[in-house]
């Protein structure tokens, strides 16, 4: 049984910062890309940033430059730092990843449970 777990949400002012938190656990062979998704009201789940299983990272046009996407191999954890936050990065939050299980199985993807983040005065 594989989990993501997702922390760090919150209110936070327009300008003002997040950091994103998101730990796999269960039976982890290995994890390729990790990334962090979001979906706001009336709107549908968009990719933020990912991170290929080196450093080689993606990231959304809207995010570029305030955003960075960081992990932790060793402790099967990713990051998302969230700088100049602005209003319409509201949504909620959603981390990813391709897990494989096992030597002899291909990998899927799972999901987290979300974590709201607000950005308002």
């Known amino acids: 049984q594989v989990q993501l777990v997702e922390s760090g949400g919150g209110l936070v002012q327009p300008g003002g910062s997040l950091r994103l938190s998101c730990a796999a656990s269960?039976?982890?062979?290995?994890?390729?890309?990790m990334g962090w998704y979001r979906q706001a009201p009336g709107k549908q789940r968009e990719l933020v940033a990912a991170?290929?299983?080196?450093?080689?990272?993606n990231y959304a046009d809207s995010v570029k430059g305030r955003f960075t996407i960081s992990r932790d191999n060793a402790k099967n954890m990713v990051y998302l730092q969230m700088n100049s936050l602005k209003p319409e990065d509201t949504a909620v939050y959603y981390c990813?990843?391709?897990?494989?299980?096992?030597?002899?199985?291909?990998?899927?993807?799972?999901w987290g449970q979300g974590t709201q983040v607000t950005v308002s005065s």
């Open positions: 990813n990843a391709y897990i494989v299980v096992s030597s002899w199985s291909t990998g899927r993807n799972y």
């Open positions: 269960g039976s982890i062979f290995s994890i390729n890309a």
């Open positions: 991170i290929i299983s080196g450093s080689s990272t």
